[in-house]
Nanobody, 124 residues
Framework: QVQLVESGGALVQAGGSLRLSCAAS????????MGWFRQGPGKERGFVGA????????YYADSVKGRFTISRDNAKNTVYLQMNSLIPGDTAVYYC?????????????????WGQGTQVTVSS
């Protein structure tokens, strides 16, 4: 089992930027793809993006493509979500996840390891 702790959520104005972090601990981190989902007010949780273990493959939801970037530092057991050009529609609780699943399958797969979430609020 992998424990995941998100940080970096905040209140930000539209057009601004924010970087979320997710630190993993517990069993070996090696081999896990990692990524992010989000759940906005009154909405179901939805896929944001994911990155494979090597960092060579990333996959994003169309709604964030070109604005959000996922990266990881395996030496620190941490994955990041850089969010630029934020809009009010990005307001949500952002959840980190990890699993042995190819990033392109993340939108359709029940993942096994989740963080508690961090709140991002974008004001207009």
């Amino acid at each position: 089992q992998v424990q995941l702790v998100e940080s970096g959520g905040a209140l930000v104005q539209a057009g601004g930027s924010l970087r979320l972090s997710c630190a993993a601990s517990g069993r070996t981190f090696s081999g896990y793809a990692m990524g992010w989902f989000r759940q906005g007010p009154g909405k179901e949780r939805g896929f944001v993006g994911a990155i494979d273990w090597t960092g060579g493959t990333t996959y994003y939801a169309d709604s964030v493509k070109g604005r959000f970037t996922i990266s990881r530092d395996n030496a620190k057991n941490t994955v990041y979500l850089q969010m630029n050009s934020l809009i009010p529609g990005d307001t949500a609780v952002y959840y980190c996840a990890a699993d042995f699943v190819d990033p392109t399958s993340w939108p359709y797969t029940e993942l096994n390891n989740w963080g508690q979430g961090t709140q991002v609020t974008v004001s207009s």
